[in-house]
C-alpha cells in the first residue's frame, strides 16, 4: 500500500485518479481547493470505505505546503507518490491576456508543481525513493496559437522536471512527465465560446474563435479522464526511468511525428495541425468558416 498525495481533485483527472489509486487499497490524499469542493469525493470514499482524504489545498499558495507535507507525512508515516496535477488553461491572443492571467497560469501550472515538488523533496531523500508525476501537456512539446500561456507553463514544467531528474535520480527518487492528449474535463474548451470579457475589439478575435470553434467541433474526441488514471496506476508499479509518458494514441502520434523534425518542418507541421493558413495569408474571415479554407 502506497502514500498518494494528488493536487486538484475537485474534478477531471484528478478526482479519477484519487479514486483509481485508493480503489486498489492505496492510501490517498486528495486535495481541493476549497473543502466544500471534497464532498462529493468524500461521499464516494465513505459510501466505498476507501481510505481517501480530502485536505485542502491551494497550489498557488506555497507557504501552505509544509504544514500538508507535515500532516501527511506524519499521519500516513510516509509519502511515496506526488501527482502534481492541478491546472488551469486561460485561452487568449498573447496581446488580448492580461498580465495577472499570465501570472496566474504560470503560478498554477509551473511554479505550484516545482515548489511542491521541492517540499516533498527532503521526505523523499531520507526514505530514499519516492515518484513524482507531472500532468503535463502536448501543449508542453508543441506550441499553438491561443495557448501562449498554457504552453508557456507546460514547456516550463517540462524542462525544469527534465533537468531536475539529474539532481535526484541518485536518492532513488523518479520523475515522470505525462504527455496528455485530450480528455473530457472542465478544463476541455467544449464550449467553444470566447469569455464573454474577450476584448471586443481585438485584431485577433477571429483566430481564437476559430481555434475554439474547431476545438468544440472535435470535443466528441475527448476521452474519458479515468483512461489517464489508469496509465498513472501503471506509472507508479513501472520500474523503470522512462521520463515521459504519453497517455494516448494522439499523443503517441504528436510525439513520434515531432521526433527528429527540423525547425522549418516543425513550423509547418504546428501551422498544419493549427489549421492556420487562412490567417497566417490574410484571408478573410467570419465564424461561418470555422477557420477553414479548402484548397
Ligand atoms: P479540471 O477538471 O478543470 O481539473 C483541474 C483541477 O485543478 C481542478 O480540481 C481545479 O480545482 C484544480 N485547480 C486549479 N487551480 C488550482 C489551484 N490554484 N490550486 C489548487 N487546485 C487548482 O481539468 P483536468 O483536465 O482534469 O486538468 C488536470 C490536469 O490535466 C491539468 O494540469 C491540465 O493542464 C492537464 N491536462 C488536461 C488535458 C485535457 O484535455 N483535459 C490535456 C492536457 C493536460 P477547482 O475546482 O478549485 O478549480
Redesign the pocket.
Known amino acids: 500500500m502506497a502514500t498518494v498525495l494528488i ?8 478526482r479519477s485518479a484519487a479514486l483509481a489509486f485508493a480503489r486498489r487499497g492505496d492510501h490517498v490524499y486528495a486535495t ?3 473543502a466544500t ?1 471534497g464532498e462529493e469525493l468524500r461521499a464516494t470514499a465513505a459510501s466505498e470505505q476507501l481510505q481517501l482524504h480530502t485536505p485542502t ?4 499558495q506555497p507557504d501552505t505546503f509544509g504544514d500538508l507535507i507535515n500532516t501527511v507525512t506524519s499521519d500516513a508515516g510516509s509519502l511515496d507518490v506526488l501527482i502534481n ?5 486561460i485561452p487568449g491572443a498573447f496581446e488580448d491576456i492580461s498580465e495577472a492571467q499570465l501570472r496566474t497560469v504560470m503560478e ?2 509551473f511554479f ?1 508543481p516545482m515548489l511542491l515538488t521541492r517540499a516533498v523533496l527532503p521526505f523523499m531523500r531520507r526514505q530514499q525513493k519516492g515518484l513524482i508525476i507531472m ?1 503535463s ?1 502536448l501543449s508542453g512539446l508543441a506550441g499553438l496559437a491561443g495557448d501562449v500561456a498554457y504552453s508557456a507553463s507546460k514547456f516550463a514544467l517540462e524542462g525544469a522536471t527534465e533537468a531536475l531528474r539529474q539532481e535526484i535520480d541518485r536518492w532513488g527518487i523518479r520523475l515522470a512527465l505525462v504527455e ?4 473530457a ?4 474548451r467544449s464550449n467553444g465560446q470566447l469569455p464573454s470579457d474577450y476584448p471586443q475589439q481585438s485584431p485577433y478575435r477571429s483566430l481564437i474563435e476559430s481555434k475554439l470553434s474547431d476545438a468544440a467541433q472535435g470535443a466528441e474526441q ?1 476521452m474519458n ?1 479515468a483512461a489517464i488514471a489508469d496509465l498513472l496506476l501503471r506509472i507508479a508499479d513501472a520500474d523503470t526511468r522512462q521520463l515521459r509518458w504519453p497517455s494516448d494514441p494522439l499523443a503517441v502520434a504528436v510525439l513520434n511525428k515531432l521526433h527528429g523534425l527540423d525547425d522549418t518542418a516543425r513550423a509547418a507541421f504546428l501551422d498544419e495541425v493549427s489549421d492556420i493558413a487562412w490567417w497566417r495569408d490574410g484571408f478573410e474571415h467570419t465564424p461561418a468558416d470555422s477557420g477553414r479554407l479548402e484548397t
Open positions: 493536487t486538484g481533485c475537485s474534478s477531471g483527472i484528478g481541493v481547493r476549497s469542493d489545498l491551494d497550489v498557488t496535477n492541478a491546472g488551469v488553461l498554477t501550472n505550484g500532468i501537456s496528455s492528449g485530450r480528455y474535463t472542465r478544463l476541455d475527448a479522464p
